[in-house]
């Protein structure tokens, strides 16, 4: 007899609240409860399953310089939030491997609630380039090969 795979029956609404009044911390910094833990994040993306995030409660244990991913974050909130995701931020600056440890997705049914932004962007249309099939040169056609010489740097 097959095993159902245990999911969630009684699956909460996800809530999506902004920051607080009093809230004087970083604007870019999202408070997600996952599985009755709270995690600090820099969401990086989401979508209708997943929240991809960078878990500033990991830059500790991987040994995560926290103020430099803070400082790239801080300068993408302010110009570039509407424009791309974080992601590509830390790709633009060679941050891709040290923000790569504490990246991780949460599954959408398992949270509850989220207190911050959570950007959205459309990540899956793929630009086609339609290419034309190369051709094979036809019989009696003459092909001239030219080279052309690199200018030449005299002494003085």
């Known amino acids: 007899m097959p095993v159902k795979k245990k999911t969630r029956t ?3 609404p996800l809530i999506v ?13 999202t408070l997600i409860q996952y599985r009755r833990a709270h995690v600090l994040a820099l969401v990086d993306n989401s979508d209708d399953q997943v929240i991809k995030s960078y878990v500033l409660d990991y830059c500790g244990p991987e040994r995560v310089n926290e103020e430099n991913l803070i400082q790239v974050a801080s300068i993408w909130y302010k110009d570039f939030r509407t ?13 891709t491997a040290e923000a790569g440890r504490i990246y991780r997705s949460f599954n959408i049914e398992f949270v509850t609630r ?18 034309r099939k190369r051709k094979p040169v036809p019989q009696g056609v003459e092909i001239v090969r030219r080279v052309i010489p690199f200018p030449r740097v005299e002494d003085k």
């Open 10 to 12: 009684n699956v909460a």
């Open 83 to 95: 424009q791309h995701p974080l992601s590509i931020e830390f790709s633009r600056r060679g941050l």
């Open 114 to 131: 989220v207190i911050g932004p959570l950007p959205r962007f459309e990540m899956s249309e793929t630009i086609r380039v339609k290419r």
């Open 17 to 29: 609240e902004a920051h607080p009044a009093e809230y004087t911390g970083y604007p870019f910094i």
